[in-house]
């Protein structure tokens, strides 16, 4: 024996699951509310033609009734439709909607799951639909619920097309009886609908926006007569038909500030799938680690959510901006997303966007894409990091800011410094206090970039590890003396063992390296050093809170070609010798940080008792 039937849904079971589960944040079913409006009207649209009425959706606010009603004149209900897409949850009149319809605009249906309407239940103890079908003919329902399960129709008393719903709101909802609160719903998810949506609350000034300006009552009475959204958001236009002032002005009005973006780019796809937005590039203050852009994920110009993750590329998440995506469902979970191989192109086309946006600045207009350098490239930087392929996409247009304020690409960093640097890149981490050392460079006319900001020391491993080059080699400007020596025999004769027994000594430091070199710049007697490889993974580990404190290693490196040190080396005097060794390392410690307070004072003090000997000779 064999029966078929269908599996049935308990209302009982399922619903608790929609209010608490489906939905996390409680303010969608405004949301969900007006969308159905929306849909109502652009179904009506879609069948009727342009008929010059006035289409819209409005929400009142009655706080004495303690109601939230959404108004729309969209194409109503009949009792059979009500029965069919109210009375059964999970059923949409989208599919169908769309399968009976022959005309060629089917982009603005937001519907999909048939859920939303009973969002209604999270913040209402009774729900009513009165409405009324554009058919001919068609009979006013009346449909009431008090829990999303058990309900009552009847035959209504509306006479115009269209529908109302009007939620009672439950106690512990009574936010949303409050104005301002559902304005900011709206401003927030329904700001871009397509359809006019106005807000009315009765017995209580309309709300404004909050930056608004109150002029005259005139005025006044004006702007409650303005819908709340923008049925023509920028990003669904024509890129070719934007102006810059729009773009900059759609930008303030999405993230309230007065700031303005460095560039954006206009995301307009439609095949293989559809995508819309404009994602725009902040200034970024230096040190990025705090800083949080902001993308907002639209559907169909229906507010979904902020900064989803699994869509944008991580570290694209810097940048502000919309996209709007129709294809991508309003209410699935993240997990889903995330494995989702469609969510996967769309990431990587919107990586590829951004790295032709700043390809074509570079190669197009090089010094305004320097003038952003400063703000983007933490960014850029992050973002080879983080992606490969990204990296692959612009490395052509990386640059490096040198301590003199120039920009410049690798290749042309080599070929300018050919020769003198062994294909090493100098780089110095604070301007100010590495000064004498990177000047040590430039006096050279050796090129030093800056690498300031905490990504850079990421980037540069990045580059010397992990990009695939094999001849980039960052090295700071105390790490080592390989660009400043010069060939000469003068001064060879010194004895490097005698020269650090006596440093040891003096310094009281048996662990001291010395080491003897000819170094270029004759004034220069003494440099101290620290293993470039060292001292990064010592920052690294101290970046990551590792309690180990790695020790440093430093190198005393003395300058056989100066005259003090032949002189240091040559003397007799042990006392004045050893007061000498203390001084020459202080020296070479203040030229890359200041000294401690003990250190200081012993310093000022040795150095006091040095200008009284010279003091006494002349
Ligand atoms: P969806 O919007 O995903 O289709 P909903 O649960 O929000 O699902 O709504 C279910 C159905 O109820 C809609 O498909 C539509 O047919 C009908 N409906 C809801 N609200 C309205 C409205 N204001 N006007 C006309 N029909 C509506
Ligand atoms: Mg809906």
Not at 249 to 255: A, D, G, V
Not at 312 to 336: H, Q, T, Y
């Amino acid at each position: 024996m064999e029966t078929k039937g269908n599996i049935s849904i308990h209302a009982q079971n399922i619903m608790p699951v929609i209010k608490r589960w489906l939905y996390s944040d409680k303010d969608i079913f405004i949301r969900e509310m007006v969308s159905n409006g929306c849909d109502a009207v652009t179904k009506y649209k879609m069948l009727q033609g342009e008929t010059g009425e006035d289409l819209r959706v409005t929400v009142t606010v009655d706080k004495a009734a303690g109601e939230l009603r959404f108004t729309d004149n969209g194409i109503g209900m009949t009792a059979e439709e009500v029965e069919k897409y109210i009375n059964q949850v999970a059923f949409s009149s989208a599919e169908e909607f769309l399968k009976n319809y022959t005309g060629d605009d089917k982009g603005g249906i937001i519907g999909h799951f048939g859920l939303g309407f009973y969002s209604a239940f999270m913040a209402a103890d009774k729900v009513t639909i009165d409405t009324l079908s554009w058919q001919e003919g068609a009979e006013p329902v009346l449909w009431e619920s008090e829990d999303g399960m058990a309900f009552s129709m009847r035959t209504g008393g509306r006479k115009q097309r269209g529908t109302t719903i009007t939620l009672h709101i439950f106690e512990e909802e009574k936010e949303f009886l409050d104005g301002y609160r559902v304005r900011q719903v709206l401003d927030r998810y329904c700001g871009y609908m397509a359809v006019p949506i106005y807000l009315e609350t009765i017995g209580e000034e309309p709300p404004k926006e909050e930056d608004h300006v109150t002029g005259t009552e005139e005025e006044e009475k004006k702007e409650a007569e303005k819908p709340i959204n923008d049925t023509h958001p920028l990003w669904l236009k024509n890129p070719k038909e934007c102006t810059e002032e729009e773009y900059k002005e759609t930008y303030r009005k999405l993230f309230h500030t007065f700031e303005e973006p460095l560039f954006w780019v206009h995301l307009n796809v439609d095949y293989p799938f559809n995508l819309k937005g404009i994602l725009y590039f902040p200034r970024i203050k230096k040190d990025f680690g705090g800083q949080e852009g902001e993308i907002k994920l639209f559907n169909r110009q229906v507010f979904v959510a902020d900064n989803i993750k699994e869509v944008i590329p991580e570290f694209l998440m810097l940048l502000k901006g919309v996209i709007d995506c129709p294809d991508l469902p309003l209410n699935v979970s993240r997990s889903f997303l995330q494995n989702d191989g469609y969510v996967k192109k769309l990431s990587a086309h919107i990586t590829k966007k951004v790295a032709d946006k700043l390809n074509g600045l570079f190669n197009t207009e090089r010094k305004q894409y320097e003038t952003y350098w400063d703000d983007i490239h933490p960014f850029v930087k992050y973002g080879c990091v983080r992606d490969q392929k990204f990296y692959d996409m612009v490395k052509d247009s990386l640059l490096l800011k040198t301590s003199a304020g120039e920009y410049l690409t690798l290749p042309e960093y080599k070929a300018r410094n050919e020769g003198k640097t062994e294909s090493k890149i100098y780089y110095t981490t604070e301007a100010s206090r590495q000064a004498a050392a990177v000047a040590l460079y430039t006096s050279r006319g050796i090129d030093v970039a800056v690498m300031d900001t905490l990504i850079d020391m990421n980037f540069m491993s990045f580059m010397e590890f992990g990009s695939g080059n094999k001849d980039i080699q960052f090295v700071r400007v105390d790490a080592d003396v390989s660009g400043l020596t010069e060939e000469s025999d003068e001064g060879k004769d010194i004895d490097q063992a005698q020269m650090e027994a006596l440093f040891r000594d003096a310094l009281n430091d048996q662990e001291l390296t010395v080491k003897i070199e000819a170094l270029a710049d004759r004034g220069l007697p003494v440099m101290l050093t620290e293993e470039e490889q060292v001292r990064r993974y010592k920052e690294m580990s101290a970046i990551y809170g590792q309690d180990f404190a790695f020790p440093s290693k430093y190198t005393l490196v003395l300058n056989r070609l100066c005259p003090t040190v032949r002189a240091l080396a040559a003397m007799e005097d042990q006392d004045t010798a050893k007061l000498l060794c203390k001084q020459l390392f202080d020296l070479a410690r203040l030229s890359s940080r200041p000294l401690e307070a003990e250190d200081l004072k012993d310093f000022i003090a040795r150095s006091n008792q040095l200008v009284a000997k010279l003091a006494e000779k002349a």
